[in-house]
């Protein structure tokens, strides 16, 4: 009898002693993935935006574009032309008193109407700064999902940890009923559903453990590495409050995002292009100059001047100016879309990062606290036979539940906080 009291009260210093809300990391078994060591946040982001693939892609993309600047700007090339009129056998000679026989060279430049060449570099040189954008957009990209994977990978730590922790109070919880079933005091069902609840944890930590190697997968990936790559424990993680009211947020968005950054490049280009189809209503000129070797005959020099005529101006360079027109609307609309989307998108993870941080505090201050309580009062009624087994297990699978749920929102909340520097470009994440 004294035993399985003095187990109980062991049991109740071991789970007021270890704190809830904030479960301390515990050694991994042996073998297990995070034997590797600890791994900060900031060094998984520096090294995935040196290393990605993607955003070195997008780079790649950048001094492409940035190339056909100057082609876009220049003439076209001048054509040369060697001509022979005579015997067609060798050795190719004059045939003398043969006034069409006749060695002939010509060299013709065309000359595109001023301001053409002007305006298609301009366009060349806005498609650039669009692609540009996509490189600033890639890294965002790559950051908030190394950030999310991170968060992620900190909530399953936390987890195993916890699981771990609860194990071993469980297990004890378990003993104290076989103890108490041998002595008579409680029934065989009390020890089974001890086993059954230890079970259910097992399996809890199997699931968590695929997921931790799925989000070493993950981040690796991430960072151009092999996918078997061990990553280490994940640090302690702190909420990072967000100061900036709704509206500084949409400000900051709207001034930095890069996809509406690169819309408004793209409205830029499509009004220059509405010029360069109007002054493809003018005319192009070629100048072109010969000289005519005609053996006894003097030699001749020529020089020609052509110009196109823009006869068919209705279905072609009128139709040009309309699509260029068109083009340049749809831009526009897409980037009124693009901007509501923004909006939308900042409003939303702001919300979400405000509903996780009053949930935390309701769980720290509220119901963890209270789940304790009520732990502790199952416990002493068990102890004395005022209270049954299922209502202690009850109560301790509650206080754990609502441990994993704290972390939850907590990765919850700091994944939205890090969408939030993906839309606004603002350093949010301490």
Do not use: C
């Not at 982001?45 to 780079?59: K, S, T, W, Y």
């Not at 939303?348 to 509903?355: M, N, R």
Request: aromatic share 6%; glycine share 4%; charged share 25%.
């Amino acid at each position: 009898m004294a035993a399985w009291k003095n187990l109980i009260t062991s049991l109740l210093v071991l789970i007021f002693v270890t704190p809830v809300v904030k479960p301390a990391q515990e050694p991994a078994p042996p073998g297990q993935a995070t034997a590797a060591g600890s791994v900060e946040l900031s060094a998984l982001v520096r090294e995935a935006l040196e290393r990605n693939p993607e955003i070195q892609a997008a780079r790649r993309n950048v001094e492409a574009r940035r190339a056909r600047v100057p082609q876009a700007r220049a003439w076209p090339d001048p054509t040369v032309t060697v001509g022979y009129g005579g015997n067609v056998l060798p050795p190719y000679t004059l045939m003398r008193g043969d006034p069409s026989s006749a060695r002939q060279f010509m060299a013709e430049q065309e000359i595109p109407y001023p301001g053409k060449t002007r305006l298609r570099g301009q366009i060349a040189a806005r498609e650039a700064d669009a692609e540009a954008t996509t490189v600033e957009e890639a890294s965002r990209r790559v950051a908030v999902e190394v950030k999310q994977a991170y968060f992620e990978l900190y909530l399953t730590d936390q987890s195993l940890a916890t699981l771990r922790k609860d194990r071993d109070i469980l297990a004890k919880l378990a003993k104290v009923a076989e103890i108490r079933y041998s002595v008579g005091k409680a029934a065989q069902q009390d020890v089974i559903r001890a086993q059954v609840e230890l079970t259910r944890l097992t399996e809890r930590q199997t699931l968590l453990e695929q997921e931790r190697r799925t989000l070493e997968a993950q981040l690796n990936s991430l960072r151009d590495l092999p996918v078997d790559t061990l990553i280490g424990a994940t640090g302690e993680v702190q909420e990072s409050p967000v100061k900036q009211t709704l509206d500084e947020l949409q400000v900051a968005a709207e001034s930095s995002f890069p996809a509406l950054k690169r819309q408004q490049t793209i409205i830029e280009g499509n009004r220059l292009a509405i010029e360069l189809a109007r002054k493809e209503l003018r005319p192009n000129f070629s100048l072109g100059y010969t000289y005519m070797q005609r053996g006894a005959l003097p030699d001749m020099y020529g020089i020609t001047f052509s110009t196109s005529l823009p006869i068919f101006r209705r279905s072609k360079q009128d139709q040009a100016v309309r699509e260029a027109a068109a083009s340049w609307e749809s831009a526009r609309r897409m980037e009124q879309n693009e901007r509501t989307r923004l909006r939308y998108r900042v409003k939303q993870e702001y919300l979400e990062a405000q509903a996780a941080h009053r949930l935390m505090q309701l769980y720290a201050q509220g119901i963890v606290p209270q789940s304790r309580l009520a732990l502790e009062s199952s416990l002493t009624s068990y102890e004395t036979g005022a209270a049954d087994f299922q209502a202690v297990l009850g109560n301790f699978t509650t206080i754990l539940d609502y441990e994993l749920n704290y972390r939850q929102q907590l990765a919850n909340h700091q994944k939205a906080v890090a969408r939030l520097e993906e839309l606004t470009g603002l350093e949010l994440i301490r």
